[in-house]
């Protein structure tokens, strides 16, 4: 494997983007595009692309939500590439991001069944706000940024 990440900042790369949630997502789990696809996504969406040489493996989206406050979301990986690591190598280069941008909080609307790896990178879970999502059983996860570096 020949892994590298990119900020995908021009139309081909978020196609990219747009190819493993796609392939990962909408046909495995039979979610349509207008449900996959939201107005979220588009210009004032940051996308993070993994590429294992110029192909497409995983990927994750990250937006403003409030003053300082981001969420990531849509994190996915190609089933083929899944168990190397590349989820949380897709929200280390997120959270890198984010903290270059000044904001100060992470949001994360986990499915459930992902609970446990966001622990692992620091999330915590709030029962107090709601995750949203129409698709899957989700909560709401958290982490706090310092100075510029996640925490």
Avoid at 3 to 9: F, P
Avoid at 65 to 80: D, H, M, N, Q, Y
Avoid at 105 to 130: C, H, P, T
Wanted: charged share 30%.
């Amino acid at each position: 494997m020949n892994i590298r990440t990119l900020r995908a900042t021009e139309e081909y790369e978020r196609a990219g983007a747009y190819y493993v949630r796609i392939q990962a997502m909408a046909r495995q789990y039979g979610i349509t595009l207008r449900q996959e696809f939201d107005e979220i996504d588009g210009a004032g969406c940051h996308y993070i692309v993994v590429l294992d040489d110029e192909f497409p493996v995983a990927t994750c989206r990250w937006f403003e939500t409030a003053p300082s406050v981001t969420e990531i979301g849509r994190v996915v990986v190609l089933p083929e590439y899944r168990g190397k690591h590349l989820g949380k190598l897709v929200i280390d280069e997120a959270e890198k991001w984010i903290a270059e941008e000044g904001y100060r909080k992470i949001a994360v609307s986990s499915r459930e069944e992902a609970v446990g790896f966001y622990e692992k990178l620091g999330y915590s879970y709030n029962e107090s706000m709601a995750a949203h999502s129409d698709t899957f059983r989700c909560v709401y996860m958290e982490k706090l940024l310092d100075e510029g570096k996640c925490v």
